[in-house]
Structures are given as C-alpha cells and as structure tokens.
C-alpha cells in the first residue's frame, strides 16, 4: 500500500483530535451558566458542526488504518477495543473514544425523542470520549514526539482545560456589602 494511505490516516487522527478538542470547547462554552461570549444558536450550529466534521476525519483515521498494509489492523481490531497488535491499551483507547463518540452522536439524533435529562446524562459520555482520544493520541500516535504535535496537543489539552476550570470549579460566594 502507498504511503499515501498512512499520511492520511495519520493526518485523519490528528485533524479529527483538533476538531473534537474544539468542539469540546464549545460545548463547555454552551455548558455554562454565564452567558457566552456569542448568540448561543451559533455556537450549537457551529459546535455541531465541527463534531461531524470530526466524525468525517475519523472516517479518514479509521478508514486508512484499515486499507493500510504495513501494520494490518482488521474490522475486529478497530471495533473490539483492547484487541489489536500494535499498541493494544493506546489503540483501544481509540476504540473506546469513538465508540463512545457513536454512542453520543446517537442520543443527539433522537434527542427531541427522549427526556432533555437522558439525553444530558447521556451526554456526559462526551468527557469519556475526550479523555480516551487524548490518551490514545499521547500513547498511540506516531507523532507523538514531534515538537509540531505536542504544540498541537498541549495547546488542545489547554484550551479543554480552560473551558473545563468555571464548569468544575466551586461557586464564587459574592462579597459582603461593606456599610
């Protein structure tokens, strides 16, 4: 197989990691009590979106790993999570995120169908599927020591982190009222 397959592949995972690290920004933005920085139509639009395109980029991931030749991954090994050859934890990793991913992609397509709290709960499997995919691009990627990429993830892990700190962090108690 050319080497053209396992640059895409490659580029597929990287890519669908911007893309989901920017969506996740997005949702914790729409997440928020505070009011966003922009109508809140346009973030879920956009938000929505870029995770299809994620879902896109995956297909190009997951696709090229399996028309590649070089390390030969099966239908079996990209669906079971923990069972393939290389890098068995890192890829199932990968696995996981992007079942978990299908599982959030579907609670959205039926969500005016199920009570606003299921889909919510639902929903949290998003932080699964973030954490997953983080690990498994730190632990799988053959970029993963390339100055470009870690720039590139640390950047992601940091502006998930910052989206992530007022969902997580303790109410501020308002000031008492001097006389």
């Known amino acids: ?58 297909t190009i991931h997951v696709g090229g790993i399996l028309v590649d030749t070089y390390v030969p991954f099966s239908l079996g090994q990209v669906l079971v999570p923990f069972t393939a050859g290389y890098r068995p934890f890192a890829t199932g990793l990968g696995v996981v995120a992007l079942e978990l991913l299908l599982a959030v992609a579907l609670t959205n397509a039926v969500r005016k169908q199920i009570p606003r709290r299921i889909w919510r709960k639902a929903h949290y499997a998003s932080f699964g599927v973030w954490g997953a995919a983080t690990l498994h691009a730190a632990l799988a990627g053959t970029d993963r020591g390339e100055p470009w990429f870690l720039l590139l993830y640390l950047g992601s892990v940091g502006a998930v982190a910052a989206a992530a700190a007022p969902r997580f962090s303790p109410p501020r108690r308002p000031e008492p009222r001097r006389a």
């Open 1 to 58: 197989m050319s080497a053209t397959v396992w640059y895409a592949a490659r580029a597929g995972g990287v890519v669908a990691y911007v893309l989901l690290s920017s969506g996740s920004v997005l949702g914790l933005t729409l997440s928020r009590k505070q009011t966003p920085p922009w109508p809140k139509f346009a973030i879920e639009d956009v938000h929505r979106f870029i995770l299809l395109l994620t879902g896109a980029f995956l």
